[in-house]
């Protein structure tokens, strides 16, 4: 039996995702505000959208908020320290345990 194909699998390996702003602090947010983390080396910036448009549309096509895309340079993120920042949280650990954002939010 062949492994489902999931949002995160769409995400090309050199980049990493994160979860930041009103999503991890309010029980209706309005919009899901996503950092993409990209390698420069394997993906120029004027080509970054294009890039990861397929994981771009596959989160659009399963949350019923607006998304908000933010797309940094490792060396970017790296300077801005963007994560640290916002709090940022990988996309992954996000999508994978929503129960725990909802009594993070409560408690």
Same mark, same amino acid.
Not at 31 to 43: A, E, F, G, S
Not at 74 to 79: N, Y
Not at 91 to 99: A, E, I
């Given at each position: 039996?062949?492994?489902?194909?999931?949002?995160?699998?769409?995400?090309?390996?050199?980049?990493?995702?994160?979860?930041?702003?009103?999503?991890?602090?309010?029980?209706?947010?309005?919009? $899901?505000?996503?950092?993409?983390?990209?390698?420069?080396?394997?993906?120029?910036?004027?080509?970054?959208?294009?890039?990861?448009?397929?994981?771009?549309?596959?989160?659009?096509?399963?949350?019923?908020?607006?998304?908000?895309?933010? $797309?940094?340079?490792?060396?970017?993120?790296?300077?801005?320290?963007?994560?640290?920042?916002?709090?940022?949280?990988?996309?992954?650990?996000?999508?994978?345990?929503?129960?725990?954002?909802?009594?993070?939010?409560?408690?």
């Amino acid at each position: 039996m062949d492994a489902q194909p999931t949002l995160i699998t769409s995400l090309p390996k050199s980049s990493t995702a994160y979860v930041f702003g009103s999503f991890l602090r309010s029980n209706s947010p309005r919009d $899901l505000d996503v950092l993409i983390v990209y390698d420069q080396r394997l993906c120029a910036p004027s080509e970054a959208y294009r890039y990861h448009d397929d994981f771009i549309r596959q989160i659009q096509s399963v949350v019923n908020i607006d998304v908000d895309v933010t $797309l940094l340079t490792q060396e970017e993120v790296k300077s801005s320290r963007f994560i640290e920042n916002t709090d940022a949280i990988p996309f992954g650990d996000v999508m994978r345990r929503p129960s725990e954002r909802s009594r993070r939010k409560d408690g």
